[in-house]
């Protein structure tokens, strides 16, 4: 099983972005997927997650200007960012839970600039 994330990048202050990550292999099914970030010096941290039914969760820091969302056909999970804020800026991995286990992307830099 592999997720490639895709989406990152450099954007100004108040900028959007949409991240996705598809994940591909021997796959029955997926329950949870979500999205973690990691600035310098800084833990990773949990930015969001949607279960497969559509249940969401969201870090307090970007209620109202992140949407997580799935598409279960795709086996691909997105992540839309609107409003950003310099401190928005790290890498972000998307992450899955498939039969149990878990399983990482590979990170995906979004750089927002004041």
């Known amino acids: 099983v592999q997720l490639q994330a895709s989406g990152g990048g450099l954007v100004q202050a108040g900028g959007s972005l949409r991240l996705s990550c598809a994940a591909s292999g021997s796959i029955f099914s997926i329950n949870a997927m979500g999205w973690y970030r990691q600035a310098p010096g800084k833990q990773r941290e949990l930015v969001a997650a949607?279960?497969?039914?559509?249940?969401?969760n969201y870090a307090d820091s970007v209620k109202g200007r992140f949407t997580i969302s799935r598409d279960n056909a795709k086996n691909t999970v997105y992540l839309q960012m609107n409003s950003l804020k310099p401190e928005d800026t790290a890498v972000y991995y998307c992450?899955?839970?498939?039969?149990?286990?878990?399983?990482w992307g590979k990170g995906t830099q979004v750089t927002v600039s004041s």
């Open positions: 992450a899955a839970d498939i039969a149990g286990m878990d399983y």
């Open positions: 949607i279960t497969s039914g559509g249940s969401t």
